[in-house]
């Protein structure tokens, strides 16, 4: 039990190093190659931001960024790269074997259409909030909500 919890508050604290070249920064940011890569056209929560689960506090956040790691598993995301975002990172979809982590996330609730930028992933979130899946079962706010109040 010791041993899971270290685990557990290492994979939190800190950028997660999977594939040779890769680190998870949060929930829908990756450095590949040296390379910060923002997922185009999703938001997932701030690392710090907690959701409510009846009168659970959750770490929403962090769950995103669990759910991206154990999504990547030990593969190198291939990324489609569509320009770069004003804070000079680069804007990608990435996929592994073949599956969008984008749609991956927003269907298990855990990250949100970014429809301020596209509306690609609404499908999906549709399917997630109807589902209850994720954060649509909890209390919670919208990140860019949840950014203002920074």
């Not at 959701?51 to 995301?77: F, H, M, R």
Request: aromatic share 12%; glycine share 6%.
């Amino acid at each position: 039990m010791k041993k899971l919890i270290i685990i557990f508050l290492t994979l939190f604290w800190s950028n997660i190093s999977l594939a040779n070249n890769l680190k998870v920064v949060d929930g829908d940011t990756i450095i590949l190659n040296g390379e910060k890569i923002r997922f185009l056209g999703i938001d997932t929560p701030e690392l710090k931001q907690t959701c409510l689960n009846n009168n659970d506090v959750v770490y929403c956040g962090k769950t995103a960024k669990i759910l991206l790691v154990n999504k990547i598993g030990n593969e190198t995301p291939k990324c489609i790269t569509e320009g770069k975002d004003q804070y000079n990172r680069t804007l990608a979809e990435c996929f592994v074997n073949g599956e969008s982590l984008s749609k991956y996330l927003v269907r298990s609730g855990y990250a949100f259409a970014y429809r301020k930028y596209s509306s690609k992933f609404i499908e999906d979130e549709d399917f997630a909030k109807s589902n209850k899946n994720g954060m649509w079962a909890m209390k919670f706010k919208y990140p860019w909500d949840f950014r203002k109040g920074l």
